[in-house]
């Protein structure tokens, strides 16, 4: 079983609905982010979460929000979606005594 | 405040040719320096990191990089490219504790027979 997983792992969509990503993982890990990734500009830090309590927003927020419901899951929702944030959108963990971070498998997200 | 730059946005090698993707950071303080692999319609697997021990780390499938101070660089190598390394490379930099990893746009590598 996979570590990190994410789902959806495909989404279409039409600008203006609401869409939730989700994010779970196995690793007993206390650190979570969200990333896009589009051609050429490598990997963009939406939001990231250091412990359940701790939401902090990166390089990139506006348009995104994000639920931390317990250690293990992390939902990155997209109130009212629009073309440009079709992306390749990536979750991943990470320990607080290792910066190595491990990453799901992606969600292709399309907003039509 | 950290950056990475990587020099390249596509390498193409012959099968069995060395391979050498380059990467240079900016950062404040002692970085820690991760490159990673992303196989076609995949995630990103870790292929090696550097934080602060030995200056030339080994890592999986035969890659290596080397850590140099003075030059701000953390190029990744492989002396024989085979035609299963033909991914996008993304090289990474962290200062630890609290900080975040801030990745480099990324390096296709092509590897032609």
């Known amino acids: 079983d996979a570590d990190v997983t994410q789902t959806p792992r495909n989404r279409i969509t039409k600008t203006g609905k609401r869409i939730m990503l989700e994010c779970s993982q196995t690793?007993?890990?206390?650190?979570m982010y969200w990333y896009r990734q589009d051609p050429g500009l490598g990997l963009q830090l939406i939001y990231y979460?250091?412990?359940?309590?701790?939401?902090n927003k990166g390089e990139i927020s506006d348009g995104y929000s994000v639920s931390r419901q317990a250690q293990a899951k992390f939902s990155l929702s997209l109130e009212s979606a629009i073309p440009n944030q079709t992306a390749l959108y990536f979750c991943?963990?990470?320990?607080?005594?290792?910066?190595?971070?491990?990453f799901g498998p992606g969600t292709r997200l399309t907003v039509l | 405040a950290q950056s990475v730059t990587q020099l390249g946005s596509h390498v193409s090698v012959s099968e069995g040719a060395l391979v050498l993707l380059r990467c240079n950071y900016s950062?404040?303080?002692?970085?820690?320096l991760f490159w990673y692999v992303q196989y076609p319609n995949q995630g990103l697997q870790l292929l090696l990191k550097?934080?602060?021990?030995?200056?030339l780390v080994k890592g999986i499938n035969g890659f290596e990089a080397e850590f140099k101070k003075s030059e701000t660089s953390f190029h990744l190598t492989k002396p024989s490219a085979h035609m299963s390394d033909a991914a996008e490379y993304f090289c990474?930099?962290?200062?630890?504790?609290?900080?975040?990893?801030?990745f480099g746009k990324g390096t296709m590598l092509l590897v032609s027979p």
């Open positions: 690793k007993g890990h206390d650190r």
């Open positions: 979460s250091f412990d359940v309590k701790d939401i």
């Open positions: 950062s404040s303080v002692p970085p820690y």
């Open positions: 550097y934080t602060s021990a030995a200056t």
């Open positions: 991943a963990t990470s320990s607080s005594g290792d910066d190595t971070q491990y």
């Open positions: 990474a930099v962290t200062s630890g504790g609290y900080s975040t990893l801030t």
